[in-house]
Nanobody, 114 residues
Framework: VQLQASGGGLVQAGGSLRLSCAASGSVSSLAVQGWHRQAPGKQREFVAS???????NYAESVKGRFAISRDNAKKTVYLQMNSLKPEDTAVYYC?????????WGQGTQVTVSS
């Protein structure tokens, strides 16, 4: 499975962005997918995940502002990010887990200016 993340950019605080993660290859709708992020000088951290049954999970720091969704027909997972804050600035990486194996996308930069 290969993952292509897109949708990052520069936005002012309070603004919105929608990230996309398009999967190709032997993609299973039963996989768990999600997003992590890594800010400069910090460790990569969990942001959100979604299961095949559309159960979602979020980091406390993004609850109520971010929403993860998936379109199995398009093999794409989305991360809608609202009310963005400067501390959301990071490279965002999508991932895919199936049969105990994790695949990562290449990352997309999100920069939130104050």
């Amino acid at each position: 499975v290969q993952l292509q993340a897109s949708g990052g950019g520069l936005v002012q605080a309070g603004g919105s962005l929608r990230l996309s993660c398009a999967a190709s290859g032997s993609v299973s709708s039963l996989a768990v997918q999600g997003w992590h992020r890594q800010a400069p000088g910090k460790q990569r951290e969990f942001v959100a995940s979604i299961t095949s049954g559309d159960n979602t999970n979020y980091a406390e720091s993004v609850k109520g502002r971010f929403a993860i969704s998936r379109d199995n027909a398009k093999k794409t997972v989305y991360l809608q990010m609202n009310s963005l804050k400067p501390e959301d600035t990071a490279v965002y990486y999508c991932w895919y887990i199936r049969y105990g194996r994790t695949e990562w996308g290449q990352g997309t930069q999100v920069t939130v200016s104050s």
